[in-house]
């Protein structure tokens, strides 16, 4: 639950209002991409794509059932519409998402490929490989986003591994760096709308996010990386929420 | 091979537009002919292998028909979760190649050993793998993985391979390739060994033992149908592979006759379960290893002699 909270401000900025897709034409050649590689925060994402018309919300019902494909983390693209990579194991869905950058290159096509990334996952050394081959083949169509919510699954990030200074890192390997609220709406539209960059450099946006934000007892309380919220949570949540019951 | 696959990947190039090649630092010259193909259509991705693995699987997941090329322990043990995630999960028609396979670069140590490529990249759901026995076979298994809906590993020697087919032979994924029949035992030969087999042929010929000469250039899927038949025909089932003994083609081939209730014996010959420390050319290390025509016979007419 920490985990998706902390990224559904930025999944809704994109999907309501960046990128550009059909619901109806999932496929369509011409479509941005959108890879969630922090892939455990699926759920979010399930719900924002149920949002934007890629399947009813009431399939949404099936969440953890045996047999369904809503679970942890996203299923491949050929079982369920609107997934472009399953994530799960962290460092993937960016050299991905460079890939399918480099294909519309190739291509011809003038779509844009997003990733929503998380701190803990900048541990892997795969996302530093794809972020000095996007820097030197400058792959201005490539935007990440970082749900830089300073923890990782057993501490602080800026602990486990020497994160810091984050941006100034992408900074220092090619990448048009730029840090928002990741909960501020307006900025975050704001920066979004920066890319692509005019000097060809990918853009990786850092954004500073609270995990659990929304819920007063799940607020940067890293306990909520793995803990499944009691009923009468689930009800408190809610309200604090303003969710319908 | 090396620069059969060069050749052969700038032939592709020329006819399909969705060909792309992705080298791993490599092969510096080899692919300037490719490069005046389309020099956009051509990645020097750096030494960053998981990286490049989920680079290609990105390209093939956007339509295009991308070639990964380095040595082989840096395209398959190296980066095998993106082999197996990016790649194989999303059923990506991403082409893997690994150069100087085996004990092609015997002198430069185990790091450049590869021994265990076959048998991890088998493992994997939906992944071909083949080990083409020379340049002409090379070709057609590039040719062909081409038309395939999902990952292909193609494991390829170093340099001045001998051609073994006279002429190009009608090469299918999973279809086993007769270079010369026989009755007595037969010869399963995966890769670039071959030549080894053959003169191996010729001494038990010598000795009145009639060997069939079998390239097995896909072993995953197994070509069970040859294998059925082949094992009413013969008395003795051989395998020879420069492959560690674990789960290469004779694993392949052991497992089919287990649950296939095959009765006849099988002999495997591959590296054992160990490192190599000493230095060595591939030839020595061959020697070593007892992968030699001399030793593929002796122990070939032993094992029949008890059949």
């Not at chain 1, 550009?20 to 011409?30: L, V």
């Not at chain 2, 071909?128 to 999902?150: I, K, N, T, W, Y």
């Amino acid at each position: 639950m920490g985990s998706c909270l902390s990224c559904v401000d930025i999944l809704t900025a994109l999907y309501f209002a960046v990128l550009r897709i059909d619901p109806a034409n999932p496929r369509d050649a011409t479509r941005d991409r959108f890879i969630l590689s922090k892939g455990h925060g699926a759920p979010a994402l399930f719900q924002v794509l149920a949002k934007r018309g890629f399947y009813p919300e009431s399939m949404l019902d099936t969440y953890g059932q045996d047999g369904g494909v809503f679970a942890e983390h996203p299923p491949t693209p050929d079982h369920l519409a609107g997934i472009e990579a399953a994530t799960g194991s962290l460092g993937h869905g960016l050299p991905m998402g460079l890939g399918m950058a480099l294909a519309g290159r190739i291509q011809h096509q003038a779509y844009n490929v997003y990733a929503v990334l998380s701190d803990g996952e900048c541990n892997e050394g795969s996302v530093w490989e794809a972020a000095m081959l996007a820097a030197a083949q400058r792959v201005s169509n490539l935007c990440i986003v970082i749900d830089f919510n300073k923890w990782q699954a057993t501490g602080r990030s800026r602990e486990v591994m020497a994160l810091d200074p984050l941006a100034d890192k992408w900074r220092a390997f090619g990448w048009n760096a730029i840090e928002v609220d990741g909960h501020d709406m307006t900025a975050l539209l704001n920066v979004l709308q920066q890319h692509p960059a005019k000097d060809g450099r990918p853009t990786a946006i850092i954004a500073h996010t609270i995990k659990g934000k929304g819920v007063s007892f799940m607020e940067d309380d890293n306990n909520w990386h793995y803990r499944i919220p009691t009923a009468d949570e689930v009800i408190k949540a809610k309200q604090e929420l303003g969710v319908p019951a | 091979m090396r620069n059969a696959f060069a050749d052969e990947m700038t032939k592709l190039a020329q006819q399909d537009s969705r060909v792309v090649l992705l080298s791993g630092d490599i092969g510096n010259k080899l692919f300037d002919k490719f490069k005046a193909v389309d020099e956009r259509r051509f990645y020097n991705c750096g030494v960053a292998e998981a990286n490049m693995m989920g680079v290609a699987a990105g390209m093939a997941l956007s339509g295009l028909r991308p070639v990964v090329y380095t040595i082989t322990p840096f395209t398959t043990t190296r980066c095998f979760e993106q082999i197996r995630v990016d790649a194989c999960y999303h059923k990506a028609p991403v082409v893997i190649v690994g150069t100087g396979s085996g004990l092609s670069y015997a002198e430069l140590g185990p790091t450049h050993h590869s021994l265990e490529d076959m048998a991890i990249l088998r493992t994997l759901p939906g992944m071909r793998v083949m080990a083409p026995c020379d340049p002409a076979e090379l070709r057609l298994a590039l040719q062909a993985a081409m038309h395939e809906d999902g990952p292909v590993y193609i494991r390829i020697g170093k340099k001045g391979e001998p051609a073994i087919h006279p002429q190009a032979p009608n090469l299918k994924i999973g279809k086993a390739i007769v270079v010369r029949e026989g009755t007595d035992v037969a010869l399963l030969s995966a890769g670039t060994i071959m030549p080894e087999v053959l003169k191996a042929a010729d001494l038990l010929k010598a000795q009145g033992i009639s060997a069939e000469v079998v390239s097995f250039h896909t072993i995953k899927p197994l070509d069970v149908a040859y294998l059925a038949a082949a094992s009413k025909r013969v008395k003795l089932v051989a395998t020879i592979e420069e492959h560690g003994l674990i789960g290469g083609l004779g694993s392949a081939v052991a497992e089919w006759r287990a649950a296939a209730n095959a009765a006849t014996p099988l002999i495997c010959f591959g590296t054992p379960d160990e490192f190599m420390h000493e230095v060595g050319s591939q030839e020595y290390a061959r020697a070593k290893y007892g992968l030699t025509s001399e030793n593929i016979a002796v122990r070939v007419r032993a094992a029949l002699s008890k059949t």
